[in-house]
Nanobody, 116 residues
Framework: QGHLVESGGGLVQAGGSLRLSCRGPGFDFSNYQMGWFRRAPGKERAFVAA????????YYEDSVKGRFTISRDNGRLAVHLQMNNLKPEDTGVYYC?????????WGQGTPVTVYS
């Protein structure tokens, strides 16, 4: 079934940028709508952004609109999340998976910490 591997997280000052990547060794997600999710400290994992299988449509949680951009490269089986103008409330562990239905086991996620 394959699995998901997220990368690109780190420690960044408010206003900075990060680019997250998600790859799925053994999981051909080119036919799936894919999403990014965030588990903030003390909170449940929540939706952040999604992209259709062909990459033509994207969806965002209100607080990240205009700051985050989701993209995908089906040829390389990769999904990315460009995060600009980061805020402390963006802190959390970021995961990718199919959306809205999860069809593969969650990966380890990649942690993002934004300090002011």
């Amino acid at each position: 079934q394959g699995h998901l591997v997220e990368s690109g997280g780190g420690l960044v000052q408010a206003g900075g940028s990060l680019r997250l990547s998600c790859r799925g060794p053994g999981f051909d997600f080119s036919n799936y709508q894919m999403g990014w999710f965030r588990r903030a400290p003390g909170k449940e994992r929540a939706f952040v952004a999604a992209i259709t299988s062909n990459g033509r449509s994207t969806y965002y949680e209100d607080s990240v609109k205009g700051r985050f951009t989701i993209s995908r490269d089906n040829g390389r089986l990769a999904v990315h999340l460009q995060m600009n103008n980061l805020k402390p409330e963006d802190t959390g562990v970021y995961y990718c998976n199919s959306y809205p239905s999860v069809v593969v086991e969650w990966g380890q996620g990649t942690p993002v910490t934004v300090y002011s």
